[in-house]
Every structure is written in structure tokens, then in C-alpha cells.
């Protein structure tokens, strides 16, 4: 039904429904309807409120990497190139912050960097893809 009021371009009354729906459901289904929700609005209705709503997600639950991995598999497909290098830096921390966003595991942080560098040898230049290897390079030496 949400889907449908997206397409009719009555996203108000999609939001109720939300709010509606997070108020009856358990609360171990919230992270789920809201992570569908967001990728409804990001591909049917406002980018920016979706980007609120994974920023919001992914501030509660900092270690959950399926939340992060559709936030910006859904920037990509939206050709927000940009603002999906952004969200990799700010997790990673490579916009020169000391400690990252999100608190990773080692493993994780591989997983991170492993998409952050498809992404740049898919649509980044050379350079772009330099950035990563340095990233990557920064957070080893921090973690040693």
C-alpha cells in the first residue's frame, strides 16, 4: 500500500502509515519496515528523507552492515555518486575524523573498504580509487 501512495505521489499519507504500522508492529520488526520504507522513498519519493531515515537506522544500530550496504547500494543506484563516497568516509573515518562513525570490526571495515574501492573502479577515477587504498592504509595504521 505504501509503495502505491509513493507512486501516487502522496508520500504524507505514507509516512502516517509508517507511524501507524511501527506502532502496532513488535519492535524487533521496526528496524526492517523502516529500512523498506527508506528504499521506497529513495526510489519513489524523496532521497533526502530516505538519507534521514538510514541515517537515523544506522546511528541506532552502528554495527548492522545490511543496513549501511542497502544505504548505499540505493545511492548508487540513484547515480549519488557523491553523496555514497561521503557516507563511506564518514563511516570509515577517513574525513580525517579520529575514530569512524560506526564502531567495525576489522572484518567488517574489510567488507566496507572492498565495496568503498568497486564503487571507485566502477565510477571514480584513478585517483578516487587512490583515496581508498590510503583509506584503507590510514585505518590499518590506527588499529595497530
Known sequence: HVNYLFKRSRASEANKI???????????????????????????????????????????????????????????????????????????????????VTKLNDKQMKSVFKKWYRMEEKYGTEGQVEDVKAAAQAFVERTL
Open 18 to 100: 509508517l507511524k501507524r504500522s511501527l506502532l502496532s508492529l513488535p519492535s524487533h520488526k521496526h528496524v526492517e519496515v523502516m529500512s523498506r520504507f527508506a528504499q521506497m522513498e529513495f526510489e519513489l519519493g524523496s532521497p533526502g528523507r530516505a538519507r534521514t531515515i538510514f541515517d537515523g537506522l544506522l546511528e541506532k544500530y552502528p554495527k548492522r552492515l545490511d543496513l549501511l550496504f542497502v544505504y548505499v547500494d540505493k545511492e548508487i543506484k540513484g547515480r549519488f555518486i557523491g553523496d555514497a563516497r561521503a557516507l563511506f568516509r564518514r563511516v570509515t573515518g577517513a574525513e580525517g575524523n579520529a575514530l569512524p
